[in-house]
């Protein structure tokens, strides 16, 4: 992983988190604590803030009030550094046009200073089934094999926090089959939490966050 856990794993925590837009509440004093590895579904009804919390908890957003914290290693990771603890992806995660699937990758991985960056890349283009497509623009790319792509992008760090806003956009029938092992089977490494309202990849979760319904707690 990016980083050396220790025995301490990741924490992801709301302490009475409340955001707004203008005098609009997406949600108010939202709380909870979960940490991995295990997934965890995020729900609720359009515009109810599934991807805006999965903002905050990366560190893209400031909250309205409340706050939302990070431990890793057995520290509590500031929002500017989380970077390096999460892996992101959602539906308005762009690449560069004109450099291929790979290309991407590794501009990436050297950016942020990791190892072989070419090997990392085909590694993670492997894992998320865009073997064979290393060469490809992105611009050329399907919009199932973009959104392929991103979890590839998520996954660059080997992080130990996933978030993935609506993970199964674009993916036809087989896509969402492979994408339901694949989330399984990094649950059981790390924490992953799935903003969704797709039943499928609701299910994969072992806990939940309802959004402008019934809170936290386990599936129903």
Do not use: C
Request: proline share 5%; no cysteine; net charge neutral.
């Amino acid at each position: 992983m990016s980083a050396a856990l220790g025995d301490e794993g990741v924490t992801v925590e709301a302490r009475a988190l409340t955001h707004r837009y203008g005098h609009r509440a997406v949600f108010e004093r939202l709380s909870f604590s979960f940490r991995g590895p295990g997934i965890v579904a995020v729900r609720g009804p359009n515009g109810s803030g599934k991807s805006t919390l999965l903002r905050l908890l990366a560190g893209l957003l400031r909250p309205s009030s409340g706050e939302s914290a990070l431990t890793a290693g057995g520290r509590t990771i500031p929002p500017r550094e989380r970077h390096r603890w999460i892996g992101y992806a959602a539906p308005d995660l762009a690449f560069y046009p004109e450099l291929t699937a790979l290309e991407n990758l590794s501009f990436a991985a050297e950016a942020r200073g990791l190892s072989s960056p070419a090997k990392r890349g085909r590694e993670r283009l492997r894992k998320v089934g865009l073997e064979g497509r290393e060469n490809e623009r992105a611009d050329a790319l399907s919009s199932g094999m973009a959104q392929r792509l991103r979890l590839a992008f998520a996954l660059l760090d080997d992080p130990p926090l996933l978030l993935l806003d609506e993970p199964g956009s674009h993916l036809d029938d087989e896509g969402r089959r492979s994408l339901a092992s694949w989330i399984g089977d990094e649950g059981s490494r790390r924490l992953v939490m799935i903003a969704t309202n797709d039943e499928r990849e609701g299910a994969l979760a072992g806990q939940r966050v309802e959004l402008g319904s019934r809170g936290v707690g386990d599936p129903a």
